[in-house]
């Protein structure tokens, strides 16, 4: 992975959750989707699952300001037949702020995910791509899978 010049990379840490719920919103607004889940009840959670170390999270600077980010979910997985490994990743988050795009920044980060899927010797790794990054997924490697899902009411 490599960046331009003028960006670094970081690992993310627990005093990062404020700021990755925040590039979480920004990132679902600028999809045009209602963000309905509060920034509020993300942090924590986030918080949880990095001190957990079931997320990783990564966060490139520019002159010392966080402009892009990327985190990856390390889940438990059943045995199959595509995959026997009981582990997946999954990548989310992925966000550039509007004047750093077209930089490469998200690919950069798809691939230092992707680098740390292998480096655990996870083979199946997945996310659900905005219209505007699909082109980067696919040029990762990624394609489209059969999954569907279903919204139910709360009991």
Same mark, same amino acid.
């Given at each position: 992975?490599?960046?331009?010049? &003028? ?5 993310? $840490? ?7 719920? +925040? ?8 999809? +045009?989707?209602?963000? #309905?889940?509060? /920034?509020? %009840? ?10 957990? &170390? ?6 490139? !600077?520019?002159? +010392? ?7 990856? *979910? ?10 026997? =490994? ?6 989310? %988050? $992925? ?5 750093? @795009? ?5 690919? #950069?980060?798809? =691939?230092? /995910?992707? /680098?740390?899927?292998?480096?655990? &010797?996870?083979?199946? *790794? #997945? ?10 997924? !696919? ?6 899978? %059969? !999954?569907? @899902? ?6």
């Amino acid at each position: 992975m490599t960046l331009p010049a &003028g960006y670094t990379v970081r690992a993310a $840490v627990v005093a990062d959750a404020a700021l990755i719920a +925040g590039q979480r919103e920004a990132m679902f607004a600028d999809m +045009g989707t209602e963000y #309905s889940e509060a /920034a509020a %009840n993300f942090t924590p959670w986030v918080e949880r699952h990095l001190t957990a &170390g079931t997320y990783l999270g990564w966060l490139v !600077e520019s002159e +010392g300001v966080v402009v892009a980010g990327a985190g990856l *979910m390390i889940l438990d997985w059943p045995p199959h037949f595509v995959d026997p =490994q009981p582990l997946r990743s999954y990548l989310l %988050n $992925v966000y550039t702020q509007p004047a750093h @795009r077209g930089r490469g920044l998200a690919r #950069s980060l798809t =691939q230092l /995910a992707m /680098a740390e899927t292998q480096r655990r &010797g996870i083979r199946i *790794m #997945s996310l659900h791509a905005s219209e505007f990054g699909r082109p980067v997924y !696919e040029r990762l490697g990624f394609t489209p899978t %059969n !999954e569907m @899902r279903v919204v139910l009411e709360r009991a």
